[in-house]
């Protein structure tokens, strides 16, 4: 029962959703002793598994996010591009999504309209269907506003192996643009803070950009997209996992100057910031060129960049060589900055 | 955009997510004509959609029960149940589930413990494996302690065709057992009336069961588990689906004795009472008696029988002959009696 048996007596404490180290302790303290079988204990974005003919993904996620409408986005379009990239961060096409809705007594139909249209034209550029669903309606307060829950079933594609366990020393990690734009345009908001409209969610699918990768480059250890806790929470749980060393360079880390600008003002660092259209690569370092190649012509991916490198040691940790560089031990967070960012 | 057209200005009531007339609006209105595809269309409890070289089913529930724990379950059984009949219904064979979890900041950690307990124990029993999850944690009073999602894949069984569109005039309609025991345990519950121990929610996982009923009798023409909304609202649902008439019997329907007097005491008619474990056969009338011998000899269909038959006319139109002789109309509900029953 892990970290968690401490506290059977205790509460969930909103770090517990967090995406951080108190939200690994309920995975591994709870979810896992209950539901343990192999292909949960991946822990991945989404689950691999066998049906008879076909190797699936499947994956779900449920989205909270406040306030539902931001700059780029909103919670129906959060809700089909994560679940579409969670997929495809298993090295999965992904076909079919689910859609569960939770709404408030009293929730503006007008606004869930905008909500499922933006559904829909997500699940239309990502080519896939929301082919089931369903509609559940709590009183009012039982629910903030609405809630949606999505679920996705993706084909893993022929020759790939996603996974952990094929990071290596030397390997290259790729970072496909610059970093923290969603939760800014998030915080900016529920803080009252006007930022430039050049700042907007970067809420995007990115099946199509991962199916030429994976068709170019099949051999690809590991991708992930940095949402939750953002690039420095995923960097850490690849390190765990893999048991490997990171080091990344602050100064290939690319970061838009209006959200580095209003990072300062709000007190958060750009890289424990959530992002819903980033990917990180791990990769062989003489693959790198044509991942480069590739990303660079594709909106999604024009920005990407090499920012770091696999390292024998010290094993789980992740480095960060500073600006003026220094090596700064690059922490997993306890708990995220920012509750109900997705 | 039907019924809602009118209603774009106005705002989600308690009765949109009840399974009633005004859920049927929301579906019509405001889901299908985002989302419209082949699968979505058939507006069954779950999709049939195929994958390279493999039928699947999928489908999706969210659970906001309340309260959390009641005689013969709570929502962490309900959800594992719910989803794996929903695929049952479909002709599926359920393999895998995904479990989303939204919780209540300050929820108590033995209370999640009980309830994804339960959960592995539905899911060991229906033998599916939940193999990737997701969980949200918000502030205090975001939520009403924890609503669950689970969405479930499974295997369409060979042979099988379940549809509406294969009701015909002259079939049988088998119901697998007692109605209005899920809502009723919840009731009581609610309205602080102390029930007999033997009034429990028939919550369980029908897949067993279906998979022997389907490998007997393949040509089956529906299945379906009357839950929000009850026996009378399935029914309804399947006359309009199918344009035919429906007459059953009121004498056939069986209604656990101290379920009726509950229900005469908190003023309810348990034909629209939610269930969660029974469900309806549609099929032709010389498979019957090998259908009920089934039925019977299972522990989720001891009680089963012909409750009545698919009629020319009047087409979408469902009649309860009474215990008196005469018929009723048994309409579909404008709105379910009860929120939050599942």
């Known amino acids: 029962m892990n970290n968690m048996n401490d506290i059977n007596d205790k509460r969930i404490r909103l770090a517990h959703g967090s995406g951080g180290k108190l939200s690994h302790d309920l995975v591994t303290g709870v979810m896992l002793p209950a539901f343990a079988n192999a292909a949960l204990n991946e822990l991945h974005d989404g689950a691999r598994i066998n049906m008879p003919g076909v190797k699936l993904a499947f994956t779900t996620d449920s989205y909270v996010v406040k306030p539902l409408f931001f700059a780029g986005g909103n919670i129906g379009k959060l809700a089909v591009c994560g679940t579409v990239n969670d997929l495809a961060m298993c090295g999965a096409d992904p076909h079919y ?4 809705f939770i709404i408030e007594e009293g929730f503006p139909v007008a606004d869930l309209i905008r909500i499922v249209e933006s559904m829909q034209a997500a699940a239309s550029e990502a080519g896939v269907a ?9 009183e009012k307060g039982a629910v903030d506003g609405i809630y949606i829950n999505t679920a996705g079933i993706g084909a893993v594609i022929d020759g790939t192996g996603i996974s952990p366990t094929r990071v290596r020393p030397g390997q290259d990690i790729i970072l496909s643009g610059p970093v923290g734009n969603h939760a800014v345009a998030i915080m900016a908001l ?6 430039p409209q050049t700042v907007t969610s970067d809420c995007a ?11 170019a480059v099949p051999d690809v250890a590991v991708l992930r997209d940095p949402t939750r806790g953002g690039l420095a929470t995923t960097l850490n749980e690849i390190a765990q996992q893999a048991a490997v060393g990171i080091l990344v360079e602050e100064a290939a880390i690319p970061v838009q100057p209006e959200v580095a600008a209003a990072c ?3 007190g958060f660092d750009p890289l424990y910031l959530a992002n819903e259209g980033k990917m990180i690569i791990f990769s062989q370092p003489q693959a790198s060129e044509r991942l480069l190649a590739i990303l660079k012509g594709h909106k999604y991916g024009k920005e990407a960049g090499i920012i770091g490198k696999v390292t024998d040691s010290p094993a789980g940790q992740v480095g960060l060589r500073t600006l003026i560089g220094g090596i700064r031990l690059l922490d997993m967070p306890v708990a995220d900055q920012l509750p109900r960012i997705c």
Not at 130 to 138: A, F, L, Q, R, S
């Open 97 to 100: 999504l689910s859609a569960g």
């Open 130 to 138: 929301i082919v089931t669903g369903d509609t559940k309606v709590v």
């Open 190 to 195: 529920r803080h009252g803070l006007v930022l």
């Open 205 to 215: 699918p990115l099946n199509g950009l991962v199916k030429e990768l994976l068709s």
């Open 264 to 266: 300062d003002i709000l």
